[in-house]
């Protein structure tokens, strides 16, 4: 039996891979860090794959088929697990992404410029931001000599667990819209056209190109043929949680995207979100030999809103997001929300203070344990 080796399967992606495995003729090998029960040919392994003393040993453990790359590296990572990965399988998928291109008016094909090749911001070159990182990190992979790969640079995409709004993750604006509360847009992103992949699309596509000897050395963009504005995908959200609550849903928006919020995401915004990001599937048809098939996005961001609100399996809020987002609204934490003690100052602190006051307590805070731990030698 021909084996498969998932690593991070458990995903927007890498779940519905898995499922599309199940019950297939290869033995599939899935890593996640969190615990599951194995079931028929699909077997979890406990483990992160990041880490060389968990994924070294399964790559000496079984030469795969196919081996699918979910994870998320630095480009000095991945230097070093590259080679292992081309010599334990026939075929490996990089999955890499379409944040790699650069700013275009006409849909983008898979040779449009990257970022990386034409960008002069040095400030943004100095960092491993993940466009930039995705796209160093295929030319590792075309310079490495070994042609059993195949790039694929899907989009945005979403699923039952992850539903994207501009660069706010569902624990920033989908948990808020459940509790009552407002969330926060702008009318700069509102205008800016995107292309939402339901996640369960990718995963049949992936399915679909394995043991495919044509997509050997190529980059294939997986992204769905309909885009839509930021503000119609808003308006999609507001839609159907009206129709799931009965409740009117309350919106705020802003002049401009308020990137304070989540400092770390202001290059997602100013070299991606800010964009117009739509696609051509000429490559990736040719490839299959039939059209693609992708669910409608209102379709499809309905159907995984619906799942959520069933289901609201998420991490949780970020106090310090929240706070921020409170602080723009003029709203504050539902009392019930709150678990901890600890929980409630953070929210708290950041609600009510200055940054820059809890970056000074933050700072006082570590020279007292520093002086404590010199007193105590």
């Not at 090749?117 to 930039?132: P, R, V």
């Not at 996640?199 to 044509?214: C, F, T």
């Not at 839609?239 to 009965?246: A, F, N, V």
Request: proline share 4%; charged share 25%.
């Amino acid at each position: 039996m021909e084996k498969i080796l998932i690593l991070g399967g458990t995903g927007a992606m890498g779940k519905h891979l898995v499922e599309k495995l199940a019950g297939s003729e290869y033995l599939v090998y899935v890593t996640s860090r969190e615990s599951h029960a194995s079931i028929g040919n699909v077997i979890y392994l406990k483990g992160n794959a990041k880490d060389t003393t968990f994924l070294n040993p399964l790559l000496k453990m079984e030469h795969y088929h196919s081996i699918f790359n979910f994870m998320t590296y630095t480009t000095d990572q991945f230097k070093e697990i590259v080679k292992p990965l081309l010599e334990a399988t026939d075929h490996y998928f990089f999955l890499s992404s379409s944040r790699v291109y650069a700013d275009s008016d006409e849909p983008i094909s898979e040779n449009n410029p990257r970022l990386l090749d034409t960008i002069e911001d040095q400030e943004y070159l100095s960092t491993d931001n993940y466009a930039l990182a995705k796209a160093r990190q295929e030319d590792i992979l075309k310079e490495n000599g070994l042609r059993n790969w195949t790039i694929i640079r899907p989009y945005l995409t979403y699923s039952e667990t992850r539903l994207q709004l501009g660069f706010f993750e569902q624990n920033t604006w989908l948990l808020r819209a459940l509790e009552g509360k407002t969330v926060v847009f702008s009318k700069d992103l509102a205008d800016k056209y995107t292309t939402l992949t339901y996640g369960a699309d990718v995963a049949d596509i992936l399915y679909k190109l394995i043991g495919k000897k044509e997509a050997l050395g190529e980059v294939l963009q997986i992204t769905c043929g309909q885009s839509l504005k930021w503000g119609d995908i808003l308006s999609i959200y507001v839609d159907e949680l009206k129709s799931i609550t009965g409740k009117e849903i309350k919106v705020r928006m802003l002049e401009t995207a308020p990137i304070n919020i989540i400092p770390t995401e202001k290059w997602t915004y100013k070299y991606d979100r800010l964009f117009n990001r739509r696609f051509r599937g000429d490559k990736l048809e040719s490839i299959l030999g039939i059209p693609p098939i992708f669910t409608s996005p209102e379709v499809g961001l309905r159907k995984c809103i619906r799942e959520f609100v069933k289901n609201p399996n998420e991490k949780g809020y970020s106090w310090r997001i929240e706070a921020q987002i409170d602080k723009v609204t003029g709203e504050n934490i539902p009392p019930h929300v709150i678990t901890t003690r600890r929980q409630y100052l953070s929210y708290l602190s950041y609600r009510y203070l200055n940054p820059s006051v809890i970056k000074i307590q933050k700072d006082m805070k570590n020279m007292i344990k520093r002086l404590i731990r010199r007193i105590g030698r």
